[in-house]
């Protein structure tokens, strides 16, 4: 028996929504990103930032895993203790593909597959509005079992 046609359109339009919401948060993430490097509150790679995390993990309230597909062994490994002491802590985490977009958006010029962004926004970027946004998208993802939630940045 085919599918009602009702049926159909619900499915699309709920597509629809959630790839306007995941724009959104994609845009959200970017421009606060942006604002915390302006105000000098981001730390980009592994190792910079898991000395953060041992140091002040009071000082973080968003890490940032920046992965497309990589098949490196060692930088799993290292995400996955990131992530481990980021759920320990409560520190809100978003894998992120696209990391050619976050190096046009923060100004990388070293493409190193170990120098992966991983943001900590301090205080002052809490009241980022923007923050909340991508905080929101966490927390519905972790509410469906996604556990660390994903985000595709779009390449422009």
């Not at 981001?42 to 990589?70: F, H, M, Q, R």
């Not at 995400?79 to 002491?85: D, G, V």
């Not at 190193?112 to 991508?134: A, F, I, M």
Request: charged share 20%; with cysteine; aromatic share 6%.
């Amino acid at each position: 028996m085919p599918e009602p046609l009702w049926a159909k359109l619900q499915s699309h339009i709920v597509a629809l929504l959630v790839g306007c919401w995941m724009q959104s948060v994609g845009l959200a993430l970017e421009e606060l990103l942006v604002t915390a490097q302006k105000q000098d509150c981001l730390t980009v790679g592994i190792y910079e930032s898991a000395k953060l995390l041992n140091a002040d993990p009071d000082s973080v309230v968003l890490c940032v895993l920046a992965a497309d597909d990589e098949d490196d062994v060692a930088l799993k490994i290292h995400f996955t203790l990131l992530q481990s002491f980021c759920c320990d802590s409560g520190i809100t985490i978003l894998r992120v593909c696209g990391v050619r977009r976050l190096q046009q958006l923060l100004g990388a010029v070293d493409v190193n597959r170990n120098q992966e962004e991983c943001g900590d926004l301090h205080s002052h970027c809490l009241y980022h509005c923007r923050l909340q946004e991508v905080g929101i998208y966490c927390q519905e993802s972790r509410r469906l079992d996604q556990w660390v939630p994903e985000l595709v940045l779009q390449e422009r």
